[in-house]
């Protein structure tokens, strides 16, 4: 059983930037793959980004990409999703969730077993 907490959102202006961390505890981290996704109102929930369980492979969604950066460090047992650039329409409540092993499947939300609770970032205008 793993348990994943997001901080680091919040109030920011278009053009600002935000650090976004994801601290695990239980289970064993550095097994897991961990994803960030995204879900603003009306909305179907977007993937963001993924790290493999040894930082080793990335990738990002299309929306995002050269914008945000996520890194981790398995010592503190924490990702970290570097937001920059940011735009209105980022404004979501981002979400990190964690897929045993990972998968060539990381876009799709049902391949992930353990989801944080949120962290809402908005972007003003």
């Known amino acids: 059983q793993v348990q994943l907490v997001e901080s680091g959102g919040g109030l920011v202006q278009a053009g600002g930037s935000l650090r976004l961390s994801c601290v695990a505890s239980g289970g064993t981290f550095s097994l897991y793959g961990i994803g960030w996704f995204r879900q603003a109102p009306g909305n179907e929930r977007e993937f963001v980004a993924v790290i493999s369980w040894n930082g080793g492979i990335t990738a990002y969604g299309d929306s995002v990409k050269g914008r945000f950066t996520v890194s981790r460090d398995n010592s503190k047992k924490t990702v970290y999703l570097q937001m920059n650039s940011l735009k209105p329409e980022d404004t979501a409540v981002y979400y990190c969730?964690?897929?045993?092993?990972?998968?060539?499947?990381?876009?799709?939300?049902?391949?992930?077993?353990?989801w944080g609770q949120g962290t809402q970032v908005t972007v003003s205008s």
């Open positions: 969730a964690a897929d045993l092993y990972g998968s060539y499947r990381y876009r799709e939300s049902g391949m992930y077993d353990y």
